[in-house]
Every structure is written in structure tokens, then in C-alpha cells.
């Protein structure tokens, strides 16, 4: 038994309604919260108590076409959502997007809906989606950004989460329900051969603040557009983990496409390229003195919004070995995620793991270049495509309430092209 992908059993995944989610774990959590490690939940007789539903759950996939949901069973095809006087179009189009948890909700799906850069999208690669959390108003994310955007979608659970969350998501009102976190895919056209793979976790997910069983999946789909066939990749990889093991789960990603029937192929997603060793606090305090010794600037400039030029060179060679061009379907260079002193919440987040003494010595580092920094963290991938042309991959910022609150941590990225 793998501790590191505890409840993976292939032999009862489902494809299905989002029935096949429901459960009634929460009644075990006040007991699975006192668990400090994976190991002792494995050695725990409560283990045969809530093996059944966590494997059901971690190992489903939800898939719906709009408006009508999918009959019940095994399914891997969703039927088509568009009227047959679309005419038929060569170029498609993809923005992947981190999310964060589908906590601005109403803010996403007008962004999806009505934001220029945004809107009409082919494919939607989506990560962190919450279904029955209480920071996002126990919403199924998914469900409902599907019905209110018109397309299909497949949502793959990846953790069941045994508290309200981390940082200021510890405080927020009421409780959860079915307490599930995932990701997701949303297209206009018919997808088929529908799965989900695991990715070992890079930490223990039952050890810290933020206990949850499960562990990251990478969703895949075959969708069939109007240009021809091609495949879907939404990936979330591991944030509190080695560099190392970022390129592990790229690799069991890229193995588990060579198994598959040759298609062209789009990968998407919040690949958490960091640069730093995020396994605990202490490898991230000594990775983080190590850019100071670099020099603060240097850094900032030169490595956060560049991981494939030094600390994640490793996992971006490994796509290029195996024949994914990310280059030219990336606008390399522009930051996906942003870091100010001045944000509450996110120093609030990072005490859940960081020492209180780090923080002057941080402060004192991001002020060195303005008091902002930003990472590349969100990337596309694929082969057997090219870029459309007259067009270029973009990075989407500044995505706001109307009162000025950002709709996610993440920007968005898109990318237009052709398949051949």
C-alpha cells in the first residue's frame, strides 16, 4: 500500500453524475483530524471505516453535459452543446486558470463570460474547484460554472478535505458539506475517454494544519472539435513538495500519454514551478537564503518569472525530450502569481508554514525590488499543435471584483492553435 497515494484503487473508479460524490464522512472527521501522519491513519482501524466512500470519491470522475445531465453509469463521452450552424473553425482556443477554489465565484464566471480576453473559449483547464466547501459557499464550482457558461465539463476530486482549510479560510463562516477540493475541464465539444490518473503527494497530507485525504490527479480528455481530435491535459501539480518531485509527477503524466492512441495534445495548468523545495518550512527558509545570497533582484528578475532556466530546468527538459514544445505556447517571462508585502492575507496564509522570525527577512528581500514579486507558475504544453497565426499566448492580470478584490491568486493564460 503506497501511503503516498492512500485510497487510489483503479478497479472501482466511476464515471458518472455528481451522485457518485455524495457521502457521509464528515461524521469521522473530528477523529481523522487527530491523525499527525498518513502512516498512523493507515495503521488505525478507522481506516476500514472510511476506506469504501474516500476510494469511491478519489477515484471518480464527475461528467455532465449542459443542460442534460449524463445518464448514470460508466460513461466517457458528453454530447455535443452546439447547434449545428456554428460554422466549422481550424483554429481553437484554451485558457488555463487557477481558480482558488472558486472563492470569487460570481466574478469568475462573468470574467469567463464577458471579459474579452476571456470569453468563447474551446477549452477551460481549471484548477482548484470546490465542491461543499464553506469558504466557497458549498457550492459545486464546477457544476455551476458549467451550467452558467453552456459547456461540458469533467470534474476529478483530489482531496477530501477534514477541515475548512488554511490561513484566513480556517475562519470563515459555517461548515462544510461534502468538503471535496478538484479540478476540472470544460469544452464546447464532445469529450470522450474521459480519466484520471494519481499523482503521489509530494507531503503528507495529514501532517500540518490543512489534513486531507487524497491525493492530485491529472484529468484527460479527447475532444472533438470541429478542426479534428485532440487531447485535453488539466494539471494541477504538487505545491508543497521538491522540485524533484514536480518532475516526477510530469513524468508519470507524459508515461501515461505514451499508452494512449497517438492525438495531438494540450496540456494546461497550475504546475506550481515555484523554484523553491517546499516539502516543510525548513527546506523553504534555506531555499529562500539561498536567493538571498543570489541576490534578491536577480532572482526576481531573472528566476521567478524564468524556473525553466535553472531550478525547474530539469522538468522543462524532460517535456522537450519527449517532444512537448511549452516555448512558443507561453508568453515565458511574465509572472502568473504575485507576491506584495502589503498583503494581509497572504502573510496570513504563509504563517501556517513559516517560522514568525522570517518575516523581517522576507519583507526585506521583496522590498528590494519594489516590495512585488512574481512567478511563473501556470504553463501550457503540447505537441502535434502550433500556434495559431496572428495570435499570441497571453497572460491574463488584473482580473477584479467590481469593489477591486482580485478573483483569484492566480492569473489566467490563454492560447490560441492549430492542430497538425
Known amino acids: 500500500m503506497s501511503l503516498e497515494t492512500l485510497f487510489n484503487n483503479p478497479a472501482v473508479a466511476q464515471i458518472g453524475p455528481p451522485e457518485l460524490l455524495e457521502h457521509a464522512l464528515n461524521r469521522y472527521f473530528p477523529e481523522l483530524v487527530k491523525f499527525e501522519s498518513t502512516a498512523e491513519l493507515a495503521a488505525s482501524p478507522i481506516l476500514g471505516k472510511v476506506r469504501d466512500d474516500a476510494e469511491r470519491i478519489l477515484n471518480a470522475v464527475v461528467v455532465e453535459s449542459e443542460p442534460e445531465a449524463v445518464p448514470t453509469g460508466f460513461l466517457d463521452v458528453t454530447e455535443e452543446r452546439n447547434p449545428g450552424n456554428i460554422a466549422p473553425r ?41 465542491h461543499g466547501m464553506a469558504r466557497s459557499g458549498n457550492r459545486f464550482v464546477a457544476r455551476e460554472l458549467a451550467e452558467r457558461l453552456d459547456l461540458n465539463y469533467a470534474f476529478a476530486p483530489v482531496y477530501i478535505a477534514l477541515q475548512k482549510g488554511s490561513g484566513v479560510e480556517a475562519a470563515m463562516e459555517g461548515e462544510n458539506t461534502l468538503s471535496i477540493h478538484g479540478l476540472a475541464m470544460f469544452s464546447k465539444w464532445p469529450m470522450r475517454n474521459v480519466h484520471a490518473i494519481p499523482l503521489p503527494n509530494g507531503k503528507d497530507k495529514m501532517w500540518g494544519k490543512e489534513k486531507r485525504l487524497g491525493f492530485l490527479r491529472a484529468l484527460f480528455a479527447d475532444i472533438e472539435h470541429p478542426a479534428g481530435a485532440f487531447r485535453a491535459v488539466s494539471i494541477h501539480l504538487d505545491a508543497h513538495c521538491s522540485r524533484s518531485h514536480r518532475r516526477r509527477q510530469i513524468k508519470i503524466i507524459l508515461d501515461h500519454l505514451d499508452t494512449l492512441a497517438p492525438l495531438p495534445t494540450l496540456l494546461g495548468g497550475d504546475w506550481n514551478t515555484t523554484t523553491f ?24 528578475t531573472r528566476h521567478l518569472p524564468h524556473p525553466e532556466r535553472y531550478f525547474e ?3 522543462f527538459a524532460d517535456l522537450e525530450s519527449r517532444g512537448y514544445e511549452f516555448r512558443a505556447l507561453n508568453n515565458v517571462g511574465e509572472g502568473t502569481l ?28 521583496a522590498n528590494r525590488v519594489g516590495g512585488r514579486v512574481s512567478g511563473r507558475l501556470d504553463w501550457f504544453a503540447g505537441k502535434g499543435i502550433r500556434v495559431a497565426g496572428g495570435t499570441t499566448p497571453r497572460t491574463i492580470g488584473e482580473l477584479y471584483d467590481p469593489d477591486g478584490t482580485p478573483l483569484s491568486d492566480h492569473d489566467a493564460i490563454t492560447v490560441e492553435f492549430l492542430l497538425g
Open 277 to 300: 523545495n517546499s516539502q516543510n518550512s525548513t527546506r523553504a527558509i534555506m531555499g529562500y537564503w539561498r536567493r538571498v545570497f543570489m541576490g534578491p533582484k536577480r532572482v526576481a
Open 338 to 365: 504575485h507576491y506584495h508585502v502589503e498583503s494581509i492575507e497572504k502573510n496570513t496564509n504563509l504563517r501556517d508554514w513559516v517560522p514568525e522570525w522570517c518575516f523581517p527577512f522576507i519583507f526585506w528581500a
Open 90 to 130: 481550424s483554429d481553437i482556443s484554451a485558457v488555463a486558470w487557477n481558480i482558488e477554489r472558486g472563492l470569487m465565484f460570481e466574478g469568475i464566471a462573468d470574467a469567463l463570460q464577458n471579459r474579452a480576453e476571456l470569453k468563447g473559449k474551446d477549452l477551460l483547464l481549471l484548477t482548484e474547484l470546490d
Open 313 to 315: 530546468r530539469p522538468l
